[in-house]
């Protein structure tokens, strides 16, 4: 396969000659000037070919010797395959104007369905080698030459030995003037003079009848091929000034050879610095440190920590007061304003006097003239003198904790003010009240409180009245309801079905986790990438970063489909009656409402109303166990970096079969 992209190289150069400068058109007569406006407009509208894509219908005027002219009509091609929308036909270099002939065009379109038909290959061998793998064996027995050693992109070129190439070229030959012969070129040695292209194969083995069908085919077939020839142009290019092909592009994060340090422009790799972490390894779509040294890329990893540090303090406290309360007495004695008044929004900014932020911005320039003497270090635990006190593995795992925690603070505080400034709540009211989207509109209607409820006592928690619009009833119209909800989550009345669905979601992926963690540990996993990705068996949480980039697109591709399915056929339709947690699965479930469609397998089980009610306890209850056994599942491997497993382990330590053991063996 990677020889594929050679051949590439003679198509993309063969191609480079539709770049030359344009000619001068002929002067036309006045009576064909409506024609020559017509042809002008079919040049102006395009079709993206790299070859010859259509000809211009122009007249050429001829000489006579009696000083009159008379005109022949060249060939007009403007209404071939390929003049597709949006450019229609396109001919900027004027390879179809003059004297252009039907036989020109067709010699001109062959070319083009041959490049196009071999960059389509070539497109596939850059990438299939690095996806799927080489052939096993050897490429030459004689000079030890393996599939496996042979590296894609150009660099397979000089791999290739001599008579390897002079094997391509002769297959190359035969394919042109036996196997296919193109029909275009007419003469000894060819076929009969016919249609660009028609090798006569036929669509899949079978010629096609209709001709709408193999007009739609052939147009396929001509884009396909000139989007190959850009592709592989593209690839070609960035693999000689990165030296990596794109596989190895896309895994390592060099997306783009002009700011990545790689290739011809390397200079400092900062691809190799703390940060750079999987799934997006190296990331800098803004090209922050093209062609820049080391003292640069530490000064935007100052600004980045900073940043970093100060929208971590800021989260917290845009949640912190909500939550527990804010501190007693004055702010600001001489303006009488309290702690207490000053709201966890974007409004505090407009709250607080001069004064304070005059005291804010000395402590800041502080902690900046103490950041001149360390800019990156502050010591562990900060400011306690403690520094260069850890070992270089435990530092560069607290560096990398603080570089993410502080990414994902600077993303959650941005989502944060911005909701903040849509709504004009802080984030714990949001969650109180149920508006967690400030664009989907009717969630900041507070629904009426239930007068009757609230006087009870919640089953969960006996000390607190039942949560408002909750029925403290386990078989009431939320099956396992008892009352609990110390967040304020169901104020909003209207968005309980969408929270029962997300805990049942979440629930279900728990019990599949807890079930999965047991399975790795047990050492009965399946291998779906045996001997070339193994994972670690005893460690899932590590098992998780063997997992590569392949895997875990398929994984978020599923993810992504079921998660629209259940949008589109469950909770986008709880007005229609649709249940939480109902996917459609039994068919004769007493659910209640309308039913959604699976696109898999059903089945069928009758059961009563109080069956069925017994059995969402069930699940509802073994959900919530899931979750906090998940959680705490993490943190065990986590802290101890083995996973645990709901199936004990039989087997004695040696302490336990060894101390204390005095008989004597063989007795």
Not at 133 to 153: C, E, I, M, R, T
Not at 394 to 405: H, M, R
Not at 446 to 454: D, F, G, H, L, R
Request: charged share 20%; glycine share 12%; hydrophobic share 40%.
């Amino acid at each position: 396969m990677p020889v594929m992209s050679k051949i590439a190289a003679s198509a993309a150069l063969g191609a480079s000659v539709a770049f030359l400068a344009p000619q001068k058109a002929p002067t036309r007569q006045p009576a064909l000037r409506a024609s020559t406006q017509r042809s002008g407009a079919s040049l102006g509208a395009a079709g993206l070919s790299l070859g010859a894509a259509g000809v211009l219908g122009a007249g050429v005027a001829l000489a006579r010797p009696n000083g009159r002219s008379v005109v022949r009509l060249a060939y007009d091609a403007s209404k071939e395959i390929g003049a597709c929308d949006p450019l229609l036909f396109w001919d900027p270099i004027g390879y179809c104007g003059g004297d252009c002939t039907k036989q020109d065009f067709d010699r001109r379109r062959a070319v083009e369905l041959k490049h196009g038909r071999i960059c389509m290959f070539a497109a596939l061998g850059m990438l299939w080698p690095d996806v799927f793998g080489k052939f096993d064996g050897y490429l030459s027995p004689s000079q030890n030459l393996k599939f496996a050693d042979v590296p894609s992109g150009l660099a397979a070129i000089s791999k290739v030995p001599l008579e390897g190439w002079l094997q391509v070229l002769l297959v190359a030959g035969l394919i042109e003037t036996q196997l296919f012969k193109d029909q275009s070129f007419g003469g000894f040695g060819y076929a009969k003079y016919g249609e660009p292209g028609n090798f006569g194969t036929g669509y899949w083995g079978r010629k096609i009848q209709d001709p709408a069908e193999r007009k739609l085919k052939l147009t396929t077939e001509l884009n396909n091929g000139r989007l190959a020839m850009i592709a592989v142009a593209g690839m070609l290019i960035q693999n000689g000034l990165t030296g990596q092909s794109p596989i190895e592009q896309l895994t390592a994060g060099h997306i783009s050879p002009f700011n990545d340090g790689q290739g011809a422009f390397a200079q400092f790799d900062p691809s190799k610095e703390l940060g750079a972490c999987p799934p997006l390894g190296y990331w800098d779509p803004f090209g922050m440190m093209a062609f820049q040294d080391e003292a640069k890329f530490l000064r935007n990893r100052e600004l980045e920590l900073k940043h970093g540090r100060i929208c971590m303090v800021a989260a917290i406290g845009m949640i912190v007061p909500d939550l527990f309360g804010r501190f007693g007495g004055y702010l600001s004695p001489s303006m009488n304003l309290k702690f207490a008044d000053v709201p966890c929004t974007i409004e505090a900014i407009y709250q607080v006097p001069a004064a304070g932020w005059l005291q804010i911005l000395g402590f800041a320039g502080l902690l900046e003239a103490r950041n001149l003497a360390f800019p990156r270090n502050y010591g562990y635990p900060p400011f306690w003198g403690q520094i260069n006190k850890l070992k270089p593995e435990e530092k560069a795992k607290k560096l990398l904790a603080e570089i993410n925690n502080g990414r994902l603070a600077m993303i959650a505080m941005a989502a944060i003010v911005a909701q903040n400034g849509a709504t004009g709540q802080s984030l714990v009211e949001q969650f109180t009240t149920g508006n967690l989207n400030p664009f989907v509109g009717g969630y900041a209607q507070q629904e009426p409180a239930n007068k009757v409820a609230m006087r009870a006592n919640s089953e969960a928690l006996p000390w607190a009245p039942v949560p408002e619009n909750l029925t403290n009833n386990i078989f009431g119209p939320y099956v396992g309801d008892a009352g609990f909800d110390p967040a304020g989550f169901a104020k909003n009345k209207r968005l309980l079905p969408w929270y029962r669905e997300a805990e049942l979601a979440h629930g279900r992926v728990c019990m599949l986790a807890v079930l999965g963690y047991t399975v790795q540990t047990s050492g009965a996993k399946w291998e779906p990438f045996i001997t070339r990705y193994p994972t670690d068996s005893a460690d899932p949480l590590k098992a998780a970063t063997q997992v590569p980039i392949i895997g875990w697109l398929q994984i978020i591709t599923v993810i992504a489909l079921s998660e629209l399915w259940r949008y589109e056929n469950v909770i986008s339709k709880y007005g229609e009656g649709v249940q939480p947690g109902d996917l459609g699965w039994n068919v004769d479930a007493p659910a209640g409402g309308k039913r959604p469609k699976w696109f898999g397998p059903t089945f069928t089980a009758k059961y009563t109303p109080q069956e069925w009610n017994n059995m969402k306890l069930r699940e509802i209850k073994h959900c919530r166990l899931a979750m906090v056994g998940f959680f705490f599942m993490v943190l065990t491997n986590a802290s101890t970096g083995a996973g645990p497993s709901l199936i004990p382990s039989f087997t004695q330590s040696e302490f336990q079969s060894s101390v204390g053991d005095f008989i004597p063996k063989g007795l």
